[in-house]
């Protein structure tokens, strides 16, 4: 069974652009949530969407967004990048609530540097 | 306001030897916790998790004890391997949610 897929796994960009970064989860896993690392803050939650909709969203500025498709595949936009956007960012994905029976897997992450 | 707390950023433990890692938290909304671990470059990795109707969970050579009214868990690993060298996080949720709330790691180093 494949695993979280996460692309690009590296990417450079200049403050002011805009990025997009692509996370397809593990097959028949409906919800996907994304997650910033950075040595300052830790690893925070951005949102998280389940059949298309956003059911959990974090404490970051509107600049962070994201989508969810009709397959689950899911795609998180940063706007006008800025510096401190630098960041390890993850994609994990589930069936649903978590429990005993059900977990939250994590892809490797998409670098990125903004410069 | 940290929610989840990992008071050690380092531990050292020698090849063999007993590895205990702590986690507190404040939010007593928190009723299901996990432990993953953590290469460099790499995504986290599920290892064990635990509800909040139980006080242990065990698998394999990892075992996860949880006090509900010190608000404290923590994550044994014996014997320790130098495989197990990684950084290693706690985390919580409310009711399941996907919604994570991490700690700040623990960077174990396994010592032949």
């Known amino acids: 069974k494949a695993g979280v897929t996460q692309t690009p796994r590296y990417l450079i960009k200049t403050r002011g652009q805009q990025v997009t970064l692509s996370c397809s989860p593990i097959?028949?896993?409906?919800?996907v949530s994304w997650y910033q690392q950075t040595p300052g803050q830790g690893l925070q939650f951005l949102f998280e969407?389940?059949?298309?909709?956003?059911?959990n969203k974090g404490n970051f500025p509107g600049r962070f967004s994201g989508r969810q498709f009709s397959n689950s595949r899911s795609e998180m936009n940063v706007s006008t990048l800025e510096l401190g956007d630098s960041a390890l960012y993850l994609c994990?994905?589930?069936?649903?609530?978590?429990?005993?029976?059900?977990?939250?897997?994590f892809g490797e992450g998409s670098w990125l540097t903004v410069v | 306001d940290q929610q989840v707390k990992q008071n050690s950023p380092s531990l050292s433990v020698q090849e063999g030897r007993i590895s205990i890692l702590n986690c507190d938290y404040t939010?007593?909304?928190?009723?299901?916790f996990l432990w993953y671990k953590k290469y460099p470059a790499e995504g986290p990795t599920f290892l064990i998790s635990?509800?909040?109707?139980?006080d242990k969970n065990e698998d394999g050579r990892f075992t996860v004890f949880l006090n509900k009214s010190a608000k404290h868990l923590s994550l044994h690993i014996v014997p320790s391997q130098p495989g197990d060298s990684a950084v290693y996080f706690c985390?919580?949720?409310?009711?399941?949610?996907?919604?994570?709330?991490f700690g700040q790691g623990t960077r174990l180093t396994i010592n032949p």
């Open positions: 994990a994905s589930s069936s649903d609530l978590i429990s005993s029976g059900n977990t939250i897997y």
């Open positions: 097959s028949g896993h409906r919800s």
């Open positions: 969407y389940f059949s298309e909709t956003q059911r």
């Open positions: 939010n007593s909304m928190f009723d299901y």
């Open positions: 635990i509800s909040s109707i139980k």
């Open positions: 985390a919580a949720s409310v009711q399941g949610a996907q919604k994570l709330v």
